[in-house]
Every structure is written in C-alpha cells, then in structure tokens.
C-alpha cells in the first residue's frame, strides 16, 4: 500500500500525472513558441511535473535508482522554474531561465517515457532489452535533439513581453 492505495492503483496514479504533465508540458512549450504565457496551462504542467516526481519517489525500493535521480533534478529544474515564473515574475534574465528550465524539465519526463516505453512495450523490449541497442540510444538521441531545437527557438520566441496596442492600453486605464 502507497498513500493508501494498492501498488498497481498508485503506479495508475503516477503514471496518468506523467502523462498529463508530458500533456500539459508540450501544450506550455507551443505557448512559448508563439511567445504566449498561457497561465492556466503553465500551473497544470508544473503541479503535474512535481506530482510525478514527488510520487516517484513513493515507490518502494531498497537503493537509489537512476530515475531517483532525474526525479532530483527534475524537482530542483522545476522548482527554479516556479521561482522564474511566479516569485520573480520573468524578470529579465529570468524570463529565458524560466524558459529553459521548463523545456528542460518537459525533456526529463519524456526521456523517463521512452525508457518506460522501452521497458513495458513488448514491441520495443525485443528491440532494445537492456536499452544499450540502437534503437534505443538513437530514439533518445532523437528526443535529445528535438528539445534542444525546441529549446533554442522557445528562448527567441519568448524572449520579450507582447507589446501592447494603444486600445488595450486605453482599457486598462479605463477600468
């Protein structure tokens, strides 16, 4: 029993938050590729991101894992990123590191996917058993490279506040 639940109930659990926070993550980084905050969409993507790393490490084990250890980093990318986002609200320079440590923290809980993926899913286990094949290194890689580039383009893009129009600037001063 975790939190009061059976093993396979809270495994259920953590792995819908993984995958809402994956979700989510991707819906915060197209925000961010088109230079837009979405505020509501941001907070669900951090709480799920933290969810699923608080509850990894629920689990029962006898030793430190690997994926203790991303989830150490996870939590410590994403807490840098709250602290970017809402204490110092995008501040100069915190506004890229903000940017960066969500993209960076989205790529961890991918990464942790495509292992599970190659773990769990018959198909993907014979081609990678101990996940040191090609397959797999070269999926990894390619996850790898897709958030660098995601990464890059998410810093230019939501580099500077959306400038505001002499309207929106009258309606603000109206009410």
């Known amino acids: 029993m975790i939190l009061g639940m059976t093993t ?8 819908l938050l993984s995958l809402a926070g994956i979700a989510t993550g991707f819906i915060v980084v197209y925000g961010l590729l088109t230079g837009k905050r979405f505020n509501r969409w ?3 993507f951090l709480v799920t991101a933290v969810l699923t790393s608080v509850t990894g490490f629920l689990f029962p ?21 709250i602290l970017a986002r809402y204490a110092l609200h995008l501040a100069r320079a915190w506004r890229w590191i ?19 993926s190659f773990l769990k899913v018959p ?19 390619a996850v ?27 309606n603000s001063k109206a009410s």
């Not at 995601?150 to 959306?162: D, M, Q, S, Y």
Request: net charge positive.
């Open 144 to 170: 790898m490279a897709l958030f660098i580039v995601l990464g890059i383009f998410a810093v230019k893009k939501f580099r500077t506040e959306p400038v505001a129009t002499v309207e929106s600037w009258r």
């Open 8 to 15: 396979s109930t809270f495994t259920l659990v953590h792995v």
């Open 98 to 116: 903000y940017v960066v440590c969500a993209v960076f923290a989205l790529y961890l809980n991918v990464f942790v996917a495509v292992v599970q």
């Open 42 to 44: 941001t907070a669900g």
């Open 61 to 81: 084990v006898e030793h430190l894992l690997p994926s203790h250890v991303i989830g150490i980093i996870s939590l410590v990318v994403l807490a840098v990123a």
């Open 123 to 141: 198909a993907l286990k014979t081609l990678a058993p101990t996940q040191k094949e090609p397959p797999f290194v070269v999926a990894q890689l």
